[in-house]
């Protein structure tokens, strides 16, 4: 009896034992690992819907007003949306949408990438045939987080094709713990949640189909880095990347034929890409300097492959030599090419990006252009970082003769190059360290146990060095590595709300208190003629152009340098000329927008200021590069601005508030800018540089009055915190 009970009781017991096995499987545990990290990585970027469906910075309102016109111009349908972008080659004159850079308008698909709009309307497509009921808006809000979530799979699988399955594993980790890649990818964001996933899973082909000698692989590589192309201003770098990594290995390995083969079918589906999205075209493809790496890495491929080059004759040394050569004639070349002008061929940002020493104002004057500290890559990057370096020390040695060593040293110098031009393509660092640096961890875990396996193999008696010893070096390894994951941003900062909300202050602790942009959007369009035309300065013209329909004079694609110098001038010349420059652009409203802050004097009066602050950048910051556009000084405009020595507020006890305040100039004083800034509202009647105030205790600053504006009338203050002001200009009449 006592047997036949047990055999119950036996069959779970065995039954247990086979599911703990499986869960001890290594597939098992990285299966855990990744849908694990998966989640984090979703979920992390959903939190800003707990403020609303509101689509984050700039740049997305107008991908989502793509995706509007995708729609209605290809009959409600994916395919008719897809066949109107590509029809825009057999059209002529090209139609240009004066929704932007009013009045001459914008070349909706001649200056655009269609991706997000691409993947926007076809899971808008698909959810409506499956007979789910979406927004337009929340689908293209949402596919950029579902996206970038992916990212956590093809690290993993660049990991594993790099190393192993414990680098794949933890690169997983790492990317979903990835403030510098949350912080662009989040419910809302740009299209980089789309391209980051892709390149990785196209750099995971090239090399998988190096391995397994496989063409089509290749051409799905070249496939992934398409998408890459229609999604991405940053195309350029993995592109040229793959072009660099090539050429450099067929120059020290001639005869490998694969490579050769690999390269030259994935680059030509890249090419293809760019030759026929109408943003870059032919001239892109074929007869820019972006694309003359590449280019020139295609015709030595497919001079090895039909056994034209004589290289296969020289020796290692003759090799290097010509390899030398070629790197000293591409130097000289893009030098008489930085003299003669030609350079002017590359967008500003890009060859700033090569170049970090030649910036134009296109470029400074915008924020994520700024070159970042070291302080900020390692507040990022933590730890990692130098794991990373530590990882190319060692694969660097193994460059010459190991591909996958060649690929991971030059990923990791190149995109850390880069990201040190520009803080914006921090986020291409992003990738790159959590594979790279994983790398590292595993490579010195390795090394650690294969001396202690050498050390015990040597000792004599058959002693073994102790493990408690092993054990404290992989500890204090994990424990060096581990501020990359624990001292994440992730969990802390994940659920910030939208730029639009909160005023473009960014902050967690949020209680709608800074909706001065919402509300002002909501009455242009309640209150603006449908015909109008506004102009502000370029950071908010999509904001304005996309929520209420109305015409801008410029936005954040700065494509019209002309037409941007034009508003700086406007905005910083006095009112007479700042109305000529107006009519001559059919503008009839004017928008502007200054954080002003306030303290309450013992009277009970508020005194309002500009205040210096990082997180408050109004017009007022903005107008030294608005400046700069125009080519004036803005020493002459900002008081304290030339040595530094800005107005201040001591509040005492050691507390002193920096200002931005209007320099005691006739071109301060007569600025329009300015004096819209602080024209007199019911809810901002006294300023702190105001004459009639007297020596404001605590105030190191100019006194004087602006006089009021004839030209403009102030007809909108927003609320809460009268930030944005929206002014009419008035209609001249006959004498």
């Known amino acids: 009896m006592s047997d036949r009970s047990d055999t119950p009781s036996k069959k779970v017991a065995s039954g247990l034992l086979k599911v703990l096995e499986a869960l001890g499987d290594t597939r098992a545990v990285v299966a855990v690992i990744l849908i694990l990290a998966f989640t984090v990585t979703l979920l992390a970027r959903l939190a800003p819907l707990h403020w609303g469906t509101y689509l984050n910075e700039f740049d997305p309102y107008y991908e989502y007003y793509l995706s509007v016109k995708m729609l209605e111009n290809g009959n409600g349908g994916f395919l008719g949306g897809l066949a109107w ?219 090895l492959l039909l056994g034209f080059s004589r290289i296969r004759t020289l020796s290692p040394s003759q090799i290097k030599r010509a390899g030398l050569a070629a790197l000293g004639v591409l130097a000289v070349l893009l030098a008489v090419a930085t003299v003669t002008g030609l350079t002017s061929l590359i967008s500003g940002r890009i060859l700033a990006v090569v170049l970090p020493t030649i910036r134009e104002p296109g470029v400074t004057t915008v924020a994520e252009h700024a070159v970042p500290s070291w302080n900020q890559l390692f507040d990022d990057f933590q730890s990692s970082i130098v794991f990373g370096i530590f990882a190319v020390f060692i694969l660097a040695r193994r460059m010459r003769s190991d591909l996958k060593a060649a690929f991971a040293s030059l990923y990791f110098a190149t995109s850390l190059y880069f990201s040190s031009s520009i803080v914006r393509l921090i986020l291409l660092l992003s990738p790159a360290i959590s594979v790279v640096a994983s790398m590292g961890l595993v490579e010195l875990f390795d090394r650690v146990l294969d001396t202690t396996r050498t050390a015990t193999y040597r000792r004599r008696g058959g002693g073994s060095v102790s493990g408690a010893v092993v054990a404290l070096v992989l500890v204090v390894l994990l424990l060096l590595f581990s501020p990359s994951i624990l001292g994440s941003k992730v969990p802390l900062y994940s659920h910030q709300p939208a730029l639009i909300l909160t005023s473009s202050i960014p902050m967690v602790d949020y209680n709608y208190q800074y909706m001065d942009w919402i509300s002002a959007l909501e009455w242009i369009k309640l209150n603006v003629p449908r015909d109008a035309t506004i102009a502000t300065w370029w950071d908010y013209g999509y904001w304005i152009s996309v929520n209420t329909g109305r015409k801008t004079t410029c936005d954040n694609a700065t494509i019209d340098t002309r037409q941007i110098q034009k508003i700086a001038r406007a905005f910083m010349s006095d009112e007479d000329t700042a109305l000529s420059i107006f009519r001559e652009l059919n503008v009839t409203y004017v928008v502007v927008f200054e954080p002003l802050q306030s303290l309450t004097l013992s009277t009970g009066v508020n005194v309002y200021f500009s205040m210096i602050h990082p997180a408050l950048g109004g017009d007022m910051a903005k107008s030294p590069q608005m400046l700069k556009w125009i080519g004036l000084d803005a020493g002459d405009y900002i008081y304290g601005y030339r040595n530094g020595s800005y107005a201040y507020l001591d509040l005492g006890n050691n507390q002193r508030i920096y200002l931005l305040v209007p320099a005691a100039t006739p071109q301060a004083l007569n600025a329009t800018l300015y004096r819209m800034i602080y024209t007199r509202n019911y809810k901002q009647q006294v300023f702190i540089f105001d004459a009639f105030l007297g020596q404001l205790q605590g105030y190191n600053g100019p006194h004087y009055l602006l006089q009021p504006l004839k030209n403009f009338e102030l007809v909108y203050v927003s609320e809460p915190n009268g930030w944005v002001k929206v002014f009419k200009v008035k209609i001249a009449t006959s004498p």
């Open 85 to 303: 972008w590509y029809h825009w080659w057999l059209e002529n004159p090209k139609p240009r949408d004066t929704l932007f850079w009013a009045p001459s308008g914008r070349d909706l698909r001649g200056t655009s990438q269609p991706g997000a709009a691409f993947f926007t309307v076809a899971t808008y497509e698909l959810l409506r045939d499956l007979g789910l009921q979406v927004d337009l808006y929340f689908i293209h809000g949402i596919i950029v987080p579902v996206g970038a979530a992916f990212a956590v799979f093809t690290a993993y699988l660049l990991g594993r094709e790099l190393k192993d399955e414990r680098v794949g594993a933890l690169s997983a980790v790492m990317i979903a713990l990835s403030w510098a890649y949350m912080y662009r990818t989040n419910y809302g964001a740009k299209h980089e949640g789309l391209a980051i996933p892709f390149m990785l899973l196209g750099f995971y082909l090239f090399l998988l189909a190096y391995r397994r000698k496989s063409v089509s692989l290749a051409i799905l590589a070249g496939l992934s880095q398409g998408i890459v192309v229609l999604s991405w201003g940053a195309y350029l770098y993995p592109w040229n990347f793959l072009a660099l990594l090539a050429l450099l290995w067929l120059l020290i390995h001639p005869d490998d034929r694969t490579l050769a083969k690999v390269y030259v079918a994935s680059n030509a589906v890249i090419t293809l890409f760019v030759a026929t999205t109408p943003r870059f075209g032919p001239n892109t493809a074929f007869l820019s300097l972006v694309g003359f790496l590449p280019l020139a890495t295609t015709v030595y491929a497919v001079f």
